[in-house]
């Protein structure tokens, strides 16, 4: 067998990750036509096929998988070797992708993420808001925030907490607007959320051990969390936000409490940060893991103590 090149195996790392051969050319800055050629030639040393090619992605053959790991120990090398030479100055460095829920990422970590960088200038923050729920290598990112109920088994995740949904409403829009105490009204009311595009929202809603299920129509959906506290406010309707978005109008008096006595949940029941096993995290992410973290699990059992249900 040919003596495999090492540059050849962090190359098909890269193939694999970016799903397909036109991205992976993208973000190597080469042209399509040379990255095919260098994998025909590690398939060729290595006398195999290494990824099987669809019209839409290339995924790993049993000796593709074998190799991507060891190639993913020798980037990770590479990096942590850059990293040694970087620390020997002060401070840390690298860079850190991270993909976040809008409402999470504006509400929540938006001044954290500022404080972050001010802190360590060295480092270059890559922050995707999105409300997509996308898979860690389509994203491109090192550590996603999402909300889910069972995260992949594929995928490294830690919990934040648990996420709960509140119904509520202007003070003025409730006394104009009286409302059965059942998760099945908000069937029927003019409804103001945060939509995913591509997904029909079905809201869960617990008592004990009672669940029930509701089919939403909402009357105005937006990713824009400002946007919306303003039509609650103008009178326009229930609006149905995770608990750390409401947290603060809610205890400062400015929106009212619908449904206290259910739980109520529409994407997923807990907040966690993802990343692939086996993928090198720097110091650089490593520190901003741990400090995220602290900070999500800390505002999380904050909001959760607004309106909680007995």
């Given at each position: 067998m040919t003596p495999l090149d090492a540059s050849a195996l962090t190359l098909l790392v890269d193939i694999l990750d970016?799903?397909?051969?036109?991205?992976?050319?993208?973000?190597?800055?080469?042209?399509r036509a040379n990255v095919s050629y260098h994998l025909n030639q590690l398939e060729r040393a290595v006398g195999m096929q290494l990824v099987r090619r669809t019209t839409r992605r290339v995924e790993p053959t049993e000796a593709g998988l074998r190799l991507l790991q060891h190639g993913r120990a020798i980037q990770g090398e590479l990096t942590a070797a850059q990293e040694a030479l970087a620390s020997l100055g002060q401070g840390l460095h690298?860079?850190?992708?991270?993909?976040v829920p809008t409402g999470f990422g504006q509400v929540v970590l938006a001044p954290w993420l500022i404080d972050f960088?001010?802190?360590?200038p060295?480092?270059?923050?890559?922050?995707?808001?999105?409300?997509?729920?996308?898979?860690?290598?389509?994203?491109?990112?090192?550590?996603?925030?999402?909300v889910m109920s069972e995260p992949p088994p594929t995928l490294v995740a830690h919990t934040l907490g648990?996420?709960?949904?509140?119904?509520?409403?202007?003070?003025?829009?409730?006394?104009?607007?009286?409302?059965?105490?059942?998760?099945?009204?908000?069937?029927?009311?003019?409804?103001?959320t945060a939509g995913v595009s591509g997904r029909s929202l079905r809201l869960a809603a617990y008592r004990g051990s009672e669940r029930r299920e509701v089919a939403l129509e909402p009357?105005?959906?937006?990713?824009?969390?400002?946007?919306l506290h303003q039509a609650v406010d103008a009178g326009l309707g229930i609006e149905l936000l995770p608990d750390y978005v409401v947290a603060a109008d809610v205890a400062a008096g400015r929106l009212g409490l619908l449904?206290?006595?259910?739980?109520?949940?529409?994407?997923?029941?807990?907040?966690?940060?993802?990343?692939?096993?086996?993928?090198?995290?720097?110091?650089?992410?490593?520190?901003?893991?741990?400090?995220?973290?602290?900070?999500?699990?800390?505002?999380?059992?904050?909001?959760?103590?607004?309106?909680?249900?007995?």
């Open positions: 970016a799903g397909n051969l036109s991205q992976a050319a993208r973000k190597l800055k080469m042209t690298g860079r850190v992708r991270l993909g960088k001010r802190r360590h060295g480092i270059v923050l890559d922050v995707l808001f999105d409300n997509r729920v996308d898979d860690l290598l389509r994203d491109e990112v090192d550590l996603a925030v999402r648990p996420v709960r949904h509140v119904a509520c409403a202007a003070p003025h829009w409730i006394a104009a607007n009286p409302m059965a105490l059942e998760p099945e009204a908000l069937s029927q009311a003019p409804v103001l009357t105005l959906t937006s990713e824009n969390f400002q946007f449904l206290t006595d259910w739980r109520l949940s529409i994407f997923g029941t807990h907040m966690v940060v993802l990343h692939m096993p086996d993928r090198y995290q720097t110091r650089a992410i490593r520190t901003f893991l741990d400090e995220l973290l602290a900070l999500g699990r800390t505002r999380l059992a904050e909001a959760a103590q607004v309106g909680a249900p007995a």
